[in-house]
């Protein structure tokens, strides 16, 4: 039997742990009801040291506040400036109270939420971690349009998720092509070697015959030692790097920590050619199984054994270029349809 409080009701509890942190702030990404309440929120440090905490933060979006400070564009919606110490009489950890309760929505409309732990100085001690749990109330609103809403773009009926294992050079045509959109269209894929980027030639590639600039990375085994996620267009004769709010990292550059969404920063406007991943065009394409298999049918090598629709789609690519020494595993990656403007 739940608890209600007026027209909330269910006691939510989340604990995360985070990755290994060196710098003076952490990221959490948390699983979380997308529309409720915040209680309480604490903090300790399994690696135990004195660590003195300035402020905490919970914010709207994740991404955007890594990009710089976004607070005239209300990223913070909720900021308690009282120092803390996580002495080790109290078991290195820190409590906030939040009251009354702090109704929160995440921006992208997806099931997080985030919060950033500023310290005093750098984490001193080596592959120092933090265990951080928040409490709260689940929302029960009359309508379920926002509280049950994911934002996952149904629409895009031709979106396609392909992943290019050890792929040569720039991404070329080296390498094993895997076409996994089935199973990153699935809410639980899992952690089996379908889906993992455990080298910097490993690429996910995201491509729709409409421009999609928000992708949610389902996170099944989380890095903890992976640098920052890169992301890449096709501009129609080469890839070139864009700017990437990324909230699936821990610390600024430590991508891959946390389920999250990316996000191609201005990417909708700019210069983005769609085609097809065919070798024969470009020596930077991969080879996309559909378009081997058309090509096939199209020279009579292969018999058509159904009807199946093979546009010309806007492509972005993912990896990580520096220092992926463990193995990732993904569980999904979806579009995201965008809620907000900046």
């Given at each position: 039997m739940s608890i209600t409080y007026g027209h909330f009701s269910g006691p939510l509890s989340v604990t995360v742990k985070s990755g290994n942190v060196t710098g003076a702030a952490v990221y959490f990404t948390i699983p979380w009801y997308n529309a409720s309440y915040i209680d309480r929120i604490r903090i300790y440090s399994p690696s135990g040291s004195t660590t003195a905490i300035d402020n905490l933060y919970i914010l709207a979006n994740g991404a955007h506040e890594r990009q710089g400070d976004f607070t005239a564009l209300d990223e913070y919606i909720y900021i308690d400036g009282t120092d803390k110490a996580l002495a080790s009489g109290t078991n290195f950890s820190a409590q906030w109270?939040?009251?009354?309760?702090?109704?929160?929505?995440?921006?992208y409309g997806?099931?997080?939420?985030?919060?950033k732990i500023d310290f005093a100085a750098a984490a001193s001690v080596t592959h120092q971690q933090f265990v951080i749990t928040v409490t709260g109330r689940k929302a029960s609103h009359a309508s379920l349009l926002n509280t049950e809403a994911t934002s996952v773009d149904k629409t895009v009926t031709n979106y396609r998720v392909l992943l290019g294992k050890g792929q040569a050079g720039n991404g070329g045509t080296g390498?094993?092509?895997t076409d996994i959109t089935n199973y990153?269209?699935?809410a639980a894929f899992g952690t089996t070697a379908g889906i993992a980027i455990g080298a910097t030639n490993d690429y996910i590639y995201?491509?729709?015959?409409?421009?999609?600039?928000?992708?949610?990375?389902?996170?099944?085994?989380?890095?903890t030692s992976c640098t920052a996620l890169q992301g890449q267009l096709w501009n129609g004769t080469a890839w070139s790097t864009f700017t990437l709010l990324d909230n699936t990292a821990g610390t600024?550059?430590?991508s891959l920590r946390y389920s999250g969404v990316v996000e191609g920063l201005g990417i909708g406007s700019s210069t983005w050619a769609a085609t097809k991943f065919d070798p024969a065009l470009n020596i930077l394409l991969p080879n996309d199984p559909n378009t081997v298999y058309e090509n096939q049918i199209l020279a009579g090598t292969a018999p058509a054994l159904g009807f199946f629709s093979n546009p010309q789609r806007f492509w972005t690519r993912y990896n990580v270029p520096v220092n992926v020494p463990d193995v990732t595993f993904l569980k999904h990656v979806l579009p995201i349809a965008e809620k907000y403007f900046l």
């Amino acid at each position: 039997m739940s608890i209600t409080y007026g027209h909330f009701s269910g006691p939510l509890s989340v604990t995360v742990k985070s990755g290994n942190v060196t710098g003076a702030a952490v990221y959490f990404t948390i699983p979380w009801y997308n529309a409720s309440y915040i209680d309480r929120i604490r903090i300790y440090s399994p690696s135990g040291s004195t660590t003195a905490i300035d402020n905490l933060y919970i914010l709207a979006n994740g991404a955007h506040e890594r990009q710089g400070d976004f607070t005239a564009l209300d990223e913070y919606i909720y900021i308690d400036g009282t120092d803390k110490a996580l002495a080790s009489g109290t078991n290195f950890s820190a409590q906030w109270s939040v009251d009354p309760g702090l109704y929160y929505e995440d921006k992208y409309g997806r099931n997080y939420l985030h919060i950033k732990i500023d310290f005093a100085a750098a984490a001193s001690v080596t592959h120092q971690q933090f265990v951080i749990t928040v409490t709260g109330r689940k929302a029960s609103h009359a309508s379920l349009l926002n509280t049950e809403a994911t934002s996952v773009d149904k629409t895009v009926t031709n979106y396609r998720v392909l992943l290019g294992k050890g792929q040569a050079g720039n991404g070329g045509t080296g390498g094993i092509i895997t076409d996994i959109t089935n199973y990153a269209r699935m809410a639980a894929f899992g952690t089996t070697a379908g889906i993992a980027i455990g080298a910097t030639n490993d690429y996910i590639y995201v491509g729709s015959s409409v421009k999609i600039d928000h992708i949610d990375f389902g996170v099944g085994t989380a890095s903890t030692s992976c640098t920052a996620l890169q992301g890449q267009l096709w501009n129609g004769t080469a890839w070139s790097t864009f700017t990437l709010l990324d909230n699936t990292a821990g610390t600024a550059g430590s991508s891959l920590r946390y389920s999250g969404v990316v996000e191609g920063l201005g990417i909708g406007s700019s210069t983005w050619a769609a085609t097809k991943f065919d070798p024969a065009l470009n020596i930077l394409l991969p080879n996309d199984p559909n378009t081997v298999y058309e090509n096939q049918i199209l020279a009579g090598t292969a018999p058509a054994l159904g009807f199946f629709s093979n546009p010309q789609r806007f492509w972005t690519r993912y990896n990580v270029p520096v220092n992926v020494p463990d193995v990732t595993f993904l569980k999904h990656v979806l579009p995201i349809a965008e809620k907000y403007f900046l």
